[in-house]
């Protein structure tokens, strides 16, 4: 399984977290990803189909 990494500021994301809770926590943050500001810290893993 691979996961690219999208993001902005330091990385939050726990590497043993499973498919499921990466995916809620991409689907909850991904938006933010998007938008956040340089100061923000925000950080997102998909599945690379």
């Given at each position: 399984m691979m996961w690219q990494k999208a993001s902005i500021g330091?990385?939050?994301i726990?590497?043993?977290r499973t498919e499921?809770?990466?995916n809620r926590f991409?689907?909850?943050w991904f938006i933010c990803v998007l938008a956040c500001s340089e100061e923000?810290?925000?950080t997102c893993?998909?599945?690379l189909e």
């Amino acid at each position: 399984m691979m996961w690219q990494k999208a993001s902005i500021g330091e990385d939050r994301i726990d590497n043993s977290r499973t498919e499921g809770e990466l995916n809620r926590f991409c689907e909850q943050w991904f938006i933010c990803v998007l938008a956040c500001s340089e100061e923000a810290i925000c950080t997102c893993y998909h599945h690379l189909e």
